[in-house]
């Protein structure tokens, strides 16, 4: 049953900083400073006396070249004093710090939990160095030697997924082109394109079936999640009763082996631990049917096939008909599910920590009808948001709604 205002966990606030390649003005605290004041602002709120604790979401202590960060930002966003959790999990990690704040909440042991993630992926350290950093999410000792970069798990994958359901490399490609065209619409976006499934198959090559155009981008940037209960929001947050209010519906977490090896042969080319998880978060949320119920979605699109693995795997559409889907346009704008109205990680970019965090601000302001007219999900109602870290080893998957 969907909850009452009353006996919810509500978004109280949402803030974030521009995605982009390179902040050479700002820091990582800076940053989440900037998106914590947009939060506060969004909520209402004059200063942050009145919330109980801090989830403090960011992937890396190199890109960010600061050990024991969490309580450095907690300090900045004025929560000294007050418990703070840092939470890590990859590409999931921003996501897994909002489930983190609303378990909290819902045991009791807080009634408002800010959460704010940063992370200065952009050029904070050199090419190089990047992707060895980014290369440690897989099982270090076993798999990276093997393959180096996280392209070449990924192009198995998808290869496999061409194999046994004919996708090809053009329908995977029509996403690239649909995402970094949305992202033309965000303004806080890294880099919106107009560019064509020709461009993405001409572009230089990374792993094949895979081009540079099919592969997300790594961004400076921060966002921010304020949850609190109906109550808090009633006594502290004075913006709250001037729309209507949006609560996290469900909220699901899954893990699967590390090592591709070692996964069933049958479940290859899927993300067993997204399945899970969607399933876990439909089920608190009283989603029986994906496609009919949810109106926008936010994916994790590390790689183009990545979001046409995980149409299936969040059952937006048949096993195998994700390829078919992407090139009939079925999740595009005006289609049945809009997937990634913002860019997603190849338009709006991929600061890691605060990925899953800027995904909640965008299905959150899509929800209240807040974002740009040219993006916006007409009657929107019911958004999901999904990331994963390594191949897919840990996914998270939560629903965000209109409630009343």
Not at 355 to 384: C, F, H, K, M, Y
Request: aromatic share 6%.
């Amino acid at each position: 049953m969907t909850p009452s205002a009353d006996n919810a966990v509500l978004v109280a606030g949402v803030g974030m900083t521009p995605f982009v390649g390179f902040r050479n003005d700002a820091s990582v605290r800076d940053m989440v400073a900037e998106a914590t004041r947009a939060a506060f602002i969004d909520a209402g709120l004059g200063s942050s006396s009145t919330i109980d604790m801090g989830v403090a979401a960011y992937e890396s202590d190199h890109f960010n070249r600061q050990m024991s960060l969490g309580q450095v930002l907690s300090d900045t966003v004025g929560l000294t004093g007050k418990p703070v959790i840092r939470v890590e999990g990859g590409g999931a990690t921003g996501a897994l710090a909002i489930r983190t704040a609303l378990m909290a909440i819902r045991s009791g042991e807080a009634r408002s939990v800010l959460v704010f993630g940063g992370e200065t992926n952009g050029r904070s350290v050199d090419r190089s160095t990047a992707i060895e950093l980014l290369s440690m999410s897989a099982d270090f000792e076993w798999e990276t030697p093997v393959f180096g970069t996280f392209a070449a798990p990924y192009a198995l994958m998808i290869t496999e997924h061409m194999r046994r359901y004919g996708t090809t490399a053009e329908q995977f490609a029509e996403i690239a082109v649909k995402n970094r065209r949305m992202a033309l619409d965000n303004p806080l976006a890294h880099r919106g394109m107009s560019i064509t499934v020709e461009d993405v198959r001409s572009s230089a090559p990374l792993s094949d079936p895979y081009r540079l155009f099919d592969a997300s981008l790594l961004s400076d940037g921060a966002a921010a999640v304020l949850l609190a209960t109906g109550d808090w929001a009633e006594r502290h947050s004075p913006t709250s009763s001037d729309r209507p209010p949006v609560a996290i519906l469900g909220s699901g977490s899954a893990t699967d082996r590390p090592r591709l090896s070692d996964r069933p042969e049958q479940m290859f080319p899927h993300f067993a631990a997204k399945r899970e998880a969607s399933t876990r978060a439909y089920r608190e949320a009283g989603i029986d049917d994906p496609p009919g119920q949810i109106d926008l979605a936010e994916v994790y699109d590390s790689f183009s096939g990545a979001e046409l693995q995980a149409y299936e795997d969040l059952g937006l559409c048949p096993v195998g008909d994700g390829g078919q889907a992407a090139a009939e346009g079925r999740f595009d704008q005006g289609g049945q599910v809009v997937v990634n109205p913002s860019g997603g990680l190849m338009g709006r970019g991929s600061a890691v920590g605060a990925t899953g965090i800027a995904q909640a601000v965008e299905v959150v302001s899509q929800l209240r009808g807040e974002v740009t007219a040219a993006r916006q999900v007409p009657g929107a109602r019911i958004g999901i948001t999904d990331t994963h870290a390594g191949v897919g080893s840990l996914s998270v998957v939560n629903v965000f709604g209109m409630v009343g």
